[in-house]
């Protein structure tokens, strides 16, 4: 896996440099640099979103495409029936559940000017990525998601 760039191999697996920076293993690096790792900084309502069974994330984005806020609003009574979710651990299910009633609100109110509609595809489709990131977790898949 490693590459040849100037008689010198990149590539190779690199742990950490002097600044404290994580590489990945076997990734090539561009002019001898670090790769970072990056975490995506989520908002409250992106971070309420449940982690749902993948049959029920179908579902869920299957009504929303059609009923936009629809499999939002379902996605929320899953919370209070076990759903984990991000936020849950800092705000409590409860806090969780009235946050999610609130983006399926949004989703309807402003469905009618088409922002509402693509919110519930996006929302939707956040929630299928999250049943198959969670289920490669269960099932020790590396995750490329």
């Given at each position: 896996?490693?590459q040849?760039e100037g008689?010198?191999e990149?590539?190779r697996?690199k ?9 990945m293993?076997?990734?090539p ?12 900084k989520?908002?409250?309502?992106r971070?309420?979103i449940?982690?749902?069974?993948f ?9 929303n495409?059609?009923?936009?806020g629809?499999?939002?609003?379902i ?7 076990g ?7 800092e705000?409590?299910?409860c806090c969780v ?7 399926a609100l949004?989703q309807?109110?402003?469905a009618?000017?088409?922002v ?5 595809i ?8 999250l049943?198959?990131?969670?289920g ?6 590396p995750?490329?998601?």
């Amino acid at each position: 896996m490693a590459q040849k760039e100037g008689g010198s191999e990149q590539g190779r697996v690199k742990v950490e440099d002097s600044l404290g920076a994580k590489a990945m293993a076997g990734g090539p690096m561009a002019g001898g640099g670090v790769v970072v790792e990056v975490r995506e900084k989520k908002g409250p309502l992106r971070a309420a979103i449940p982690t749902m069974p993948f049959p029920l994330a179908v579902i869920c984005l299957f009504l929303n495409t059609f009923i936009p806020g629809l499999g939002t609003f379902i996605s929320a009574f899953s919370v209070l029936c076990g759903a984990r979710s991000e936020l849950i651990s800092e705000r409590g299910v409860c806090c969780v559940f009235w946050l999610n009633v609130a983006a399926a609100l949004i989703q309807i109110l402003t469905a009618v000017i088409m922002v509402g509609w693509i919110m519930s595809i996006f929302w939707g489709m956040d929630m299928v990525i999250l049943a198959i990131s969670d289920g490669c977790r269960d099932q020790g898949v590396p995750q490329d998601v």
